[in-house]
């Protein structure tokens, strides 16, 4: 028996042979401390391969905007139509048939939406070069004001500038000399964009159950099918909530602002609700966009300064009201976001995408919350402070001391 005992000890595999890649003959310890070193460099390269991947992600997104945007458009208009496509199956309706009635539907309101404010905003600001005198007058005090410190300002550049500035050459572009020219150079791309973005809102909802039905049951187990299926449905709840709710409290604040316009004799009432409702959409900046576009057509309609600003006031009022009291009351506690979080997302997809991005931010940014408060969120602090990958070392002794005690330990 001590014979097959030592026998057995003899030929015992040392620790971390094969399994963990380490040489043999290695102690617990040393094992341990090299696998965990091996675990710090294959996660501080994930680390840097991710910093990387997120500095790049913006640069090829704005690049390559005239594929992701209409894309990225069509899938959040999609993802907001879903419960509209779930609701006429339910009652029989085939889902092919069912996602041809969600576009439809939606192509009737943006129509008649877009006829409601374009049209009527071409034909406003047409007369903007015929109402400059208005606008001067009413603003005679302020540019008088203006008018001095711009002499000012212009003779301290004069007392400056001893050189003249030498300007880079530039090539002329020619503008578009017809209607024709201009709709062929762009045109085209843009009814490409457009009907891309409307076959994928088609198949993205045509084959929503399906697709739904595969992702789920092709989980593994029956934790990753439920976890799938419940971050699923969270991301169209909570898209397709914040959008229906946040469109008819636009809706409704447009119609009671036109309402308020058309009772102090402002032009146009519709129009200008339909602008307030869209520039709604933007937190922050576009109740401020919207109360200087209220201003310039009440400088261009009025002949007093007073009643001119009426119309912003009225405005910028009602925004007040339904930011602070009506929205907090009617979305409540389950899609709120960190104001810091809506701002950044503002301007990063403002700059990616510009307008289109800004209106994106917020649906963009509820799809991201949802999805890795579902999977989890990488603890990067914990990960550069907590664990290990920044040591420093402690106060009132030096960094050769400390370097001296672990070469000794």
């Known amino acids: 028996m001590a014979d097959d005992h030592s026998s057995t000890e003899a030929h015992a595999p040392p620790v971390g042979d094969n399994i963990l890649g380490i040489p043999a003959g290695v102690d617990a310890a040393d094992a341990v401390r090299i696998a965990m070193r091996r675990d710090r460099l294959l996660a501080s390269l994930t680390l840097t391969a991710g910093v990387g991947l997120v500095l790049a992600t913006p640069f090829a997104l704005k690049s390559g905007s005239e594929f992701f945007l209409p894309l990225t458009v069509s899938l959040v208009i999609a993802v907001a139509l879903v419960p509209v496509l779930?609701?006429?199956?339910?009652?029989?309706?085939?889902?092919?048939?069912?996602?041809?009635?969600?576009?439809?539907?939606?192509?009737?309101?943006?129509?008649?939406?877009?006829?409601?404010?374009?049209?009527?905003?071409?034909?406003?600001?047409?007369?903007?070069?015929?109402?400059?005198?208005?606008?001067?007058?009413?603003?005679?005090?302020?540019?008088?004001?203006?008018?001095s410190l711009e002499k000012y300002v212009n003779?301290?550049?004069?007392?400056?500038?001893?050189?003249?500035?030498?300007?880079?050459?530039?090539?002329?572009?020619?503008?578009?000399?017809?209607?024709?020219?201009?709709?062929?150079?762009?045109?085209?791309?843009?009814?490409?964009?457009f009907l891309f973005g409307l076959l994928i809102v088609f198949f993205f909802l045509s084959g929503w159950t399906r697709m739904r039905r595969r992702t789920i049951t092709g989980r593994t187990s029956f934790d990753g099918a439920m976890a799938t299926a419940r971050v699923i449905q969270e991301v169209v709840d909570d898209v397709s909530a914040y959008l229906g709710t946040i469109t008819v409290i636009n809706l409704t604040l447009g119609v009671i602002t036109g309402f308020a316009l058309w009772m102090v004799g402002m032009p146009y009432p519709a129009m200008w609700g339909g602008i307030v409702a869209m520039l709604n959409y933007i937190p922050?900046?576009?109740?401020?966009?919207?109360?200087?576009?209220?201003?310039?057509g009440g400088l261009m309609t009025f002949a007093d300064i007073w009643r001119a600003l009426l119309p912003p006031a009225i405005m910028y009022g009602?925004?007040?009201?339904?930011?602070?009291v009506i929205t907090p009351l009617v979305v409540g506690h389950r899609l709120t976001i960190s104001p810091i979080m809506i701002l950044i997302s503002l301007s990063f997809w403002g700059w990616v995408w510009g307008t289109t991005g800004a209106l994106l931010a917020v649906p963009l940014l509820i799809i991201l919350q949802t999805v890795l408060r579902a999977a989890g969120k990488p603890d990067i602090a914990g990960f550069l402070f907590e664990h290990g990958t920044l040591v420093q070392p402690p106060r009132g002794r030096s960094r050769r001391a400390n370097e001296k005690d672990e070469t000794l330990g």
């Open 155 to 193: 003779k301290t550049l004069r007392t400056v500038a001893a050189a003249p500035i030498r300007q880079a050459p530039s090539t002329a572009t020619a503008p578009p000399s017809s209607i024709l020219e201009l709709a062929a150079t762009s045109a085209p791309t843009l009814i490409v964009q």
């Open 284 to 296: 922050y900046f576009g109740p401020v966009i919207g109360a200087l576009l209220l201003a310039v």
């Open 318 to 324: 009602l925004h007040l009201m339904e930011a602070n």
């Open 86 to 147: 779930e609701w006429l199956e339910r009652r029989g309706v085939p889902s092919a048939v069912a996602a041809m009635t969600c576009v439809v539907a939606f192509l009737v309101a943006a129509n008649v939406a877009i006829a409601a404010i374009v049209v009527p905003a071409t034909d406003f600001f047409r007369l903007l070069p015929t109402r400059i005198g208005r606008i001067q007058h009413n603003l005679a005090p302020l540019l008088e004001l203006y008018s």
